[in-house]
């Protein structure tokens, strides 16, 4: 399973981007999974930021982006997207997707199975 991010960048306070990570060699509709971003800052733990139950239905996040990002899927395109706006210096970090095969969506990193290489992203003041 290869996990491959995109979307980061260099980005002012107040300002948005949108992350994608593509899935290959599993495919969603056959294969239920279960998405989550973290994000891993300088100096700091990786962290839970956002998850997504296989079908969509079910999404959670961190206190810290709750009303400011949102997680979604396209099972059909293997895709997993994290839509990220008001971005607040607070949220440069190297962003990592990850899947657990899985119809429960946990929040601890330690039970996604497969990861991306990162993608990252930095807010200026």
């Known amino acids: 399973v290869q996990l491959v991010e995109s979307g980061g960048g260099l980005v002012q306070a107040g300002g948005s981007l949108r992350l994608s990570c593509v899935v290959s060699?599993?495919?969603?509709?056959?294969?239920?999974?279960?998405m989550a971003w973290f994000r891993q800052a300088p100096g700091k733990e990786r962290e839970f930021v956002a998850g997504?139950?296989?079908?969509?239905?079910?999404?959670t996040y961190a206190d810290s982006v709750k009303g400011r990002f949102t997680i979604s899927r396209d099972n059909a395109k293997n895709t997993v997207y994290l839509q990220m706006s008001s971005l607040k210096p607070e949220d440069t970090a190297v962003y990592y997707c990850?899947?657990?095969?899985?119809?429960?969506?946990?929040?601890?990193?330690?039970?996604?199975?497969?990861w991306g290489q990162g993608t990252q992203v930095t807010v200026s003041l």
């Open positions: 060699g599993r495919t969603f509709s056959s294969d239920p999974t279960a």
């Open positions: 990850a899947a657990r095969r899985s119809l429960i969506l946990v929040v601890a990193a330690r039970n996604f199975n497969d």
């Open positions: 997504i139950t296989y079908s969509g239905s079910t999404t």
